[in-house]
């Protein structure tokens, strides 16, 4: 079967429109509020949903998603917990694609066979692994390859021209690539070099791209849109959940995306 990333992607690509990406913690607040989070954000807004599995040492992540990790691990979130609720969205009916993102520890524990069998019965499509490099990626990817769950690979603008042609080699669904040298959280501006690293990037695959940390308003999207295929909105998002007066969070992350999104996805004009 073919991967939903790829599907998505493909149809974006034909109707050009960027991929608006979201990414929420599981089990912040709640389990049950992330599921019903992500049914919302599923109904027409959402082109792919990132799910943080909580980690107690995350870092690439900034403060704000490093407060919604230490809270979902105190609710008792574990990587197989994270599982279970792709299981029950994918009961509920949603189809939209979903790309766990964590660290390799819990994977590692969990076991990578047992893992990658658990996450393809689950129905994950898409692994992003901040800690794990790509010379050390081969046993986990040979897992998932299996089993048509792909492994995401994360360039930096730090990357070296041949770590980035490694990374590329191997990659499948898309490139996420990193907007800053530093840890995620919602900022002001994006940074000056994401295009020049994008276009060093499209020069080693014709996957798409996509573009995180920092991305926090239209403005960033319609910016992105004139060299990428996809927008990663991570803190942005939680600082909206953390915020938000607990009946009226599921508007308000719902509304935050809307605003995102405008009257459609602005189309890359490459």
Do not use: W
């Amino acid at each position: 079967m073919a991967n939903r990333i790829d599907i998505t992607f493909g149809k974006l690509r034909e109707a050009r429109e960027i991929a608006l990406i979201p990414y929420v913690t599981v089990g912040f607040p709640s389990v049950e509020t992330t599921i019903d989070l992500v049914l919302r954000l599923a109904q027409g807004d959402a082109d792919v949903i990132e799910l943080g599995v909580p980690f107690s040492d995350p870092l690439a992540d900034g403060a704000t998603i490093q407060r919604a990790s230490f809270h979902a691990l105190k609710q008792g979130v574990t990587l197989g917990t994270c599982l279970l609720v792709v299981n029950q969205l994918r009961k509920a009916g949603v189809d939209t694609p979903l790309v766990l993102m964590g660290y390799y520890n819990p994977i590692l524990r969990y076991g990578l066979e047992p893992f990658a069998e658990a996450a393809s019965s689950a129905g994950v499509d898409g692994l992003i692994v901040a800690d794990l490099p790509h010379e050390e990626a081969a046993p986990l990817r040979k897992a998932c390859d299996a089993r048509n769950i792909f492994i995401i690979p994360l360039l930096a603008p730090t990357s070296t021209d041949e770590r980035i042609a490694q990374a590329c080699q191997r990659a499948r669904g898309f490139i996420y690539c990193i907007s800053l040298t530093g840890v995620t959280g919602a900022r002001r501006d994006l940074a000056l070099g994401v295009p020049q690293l994008i276009q060093r990037v499209r020069g080693h695959t014709g996957l798409p791209v996509a573009v995180g940390f920092g991305v926090s308003k239209r403005e960033h999207i319609d910016i992105i849109s004139t060299y990428a295929d996809g927008a990663v909105v991570g803190s942005a998002l939680i600082d909206i959940i953390e915020t938000s007066p607990p009946d009226g969070m599921l508007d308000m992350a719902q509304g935050f995306l809307r605003d995102l999104k405008g009257d459609g996805h602005p189309g890359p004009r490459r």
